[in-house]
């Protein structure tokens, strides 16, 4: 089945997503500043493998709703990615999720295993297993500059031009090709849209919830980029929190591996989707 554009209602959000092939179904959660375009690569390969590829537009990116409630933190984040599963018709689903998908993913395991079949999460290692450190801060200082008053004000007056300098910082040895930042900065420019992504950061708190704080109970596989700006040894440091099979991919690139080397991030990410649905 070609790629498809399908709307549902989750969570009291109307959600667009991409959907291609049939399948076990298969959930890519997007991150910041992406869109379901980053899964280009992936949802063909994942099809072809035999799965149902259905990436979302996550809440508040449009074409997606943008709640008024403005509820954009991570338990709200991981009952989406629930809530998406059980509207596309399915009971369990691998979940795949990359930077604030990633997060949305640990929430979601943590809420309910049960609908989880496989946890994939990329370039985030489990949140309760992170230390602050002076060297992890300064990395991270955009957790800090993109949750100020005003952040959606001046990334507009510069055009978007921030969204292009973030995805280098995040990725330093990535020659980023033309074009690639084109999807989400269409998606910023609509209204409320750039707003409720900055939400994302606007909402997080400091200590994991909960839900993000239990161990995983389900199968488990961790993308790690070995120049991303939290190291692959963070990943190591994080195998207590997980209490069934947790592997470790370690890939070359940082924050956006996954796009930097699309080839072998879709080899390693259909056979860890095949071998889970085996």
Known sequence: ????????????????????????????????????????????????????????????????????????????????????????GERRAIVVGHDWGASAAFSAVGLDPSRIRLLVTIAIPHPASL???????????????????????????????????????????????????DAVKRAFREPGCLEAALGYYRALRFRPSSAQRRRVEVQAVAFAGETDIVPPSAYERARSRYAASYEIVRLPGGHFMHREHPERFVRELVRVCSAASA
Not at 138 to 166: C, M, N, P, Q, Y
């Open 131 to 181: 230390r602050p450190n002076p060297v992890l801060l300064w990395k991270t200082r955009h957790f800090f500059s993109l949750r100020r008053k005003g952040a959606a004000r001046w990334i507009r007056a510069g055009e978007l031009a921030h969204v292009d300098e973030l995805v280098q910082r995040w990725s330093p040895a990535w020659k980023v090709p033309p074009g690639e930042t």
């Open 1 to 88: 089945m070609p790629a498809q554009t399908l709307e549902v209602r989750a969570n009291d959000v109307d959600f667009t997503c991409i959907e291609e092939g049939a399948g076990p179904l298969v959930l890519l959660l997007h991150g910041f500043p992406d869109t379901p375009q980053t899964w280009d690569a992936a949802r063909p390969a994942l099809a072809a493998a035999g799965f149902r590829a259905v990436s979302p537009f996550m809440r508040g990116y449009a074409p997606t709703g943008v709640p008024a409630a403005q509820d954009y933190d991570t338990d709200t984040l991981g009952k989406d990615a629930l809530a998406l599963i059980e509207a596309l």
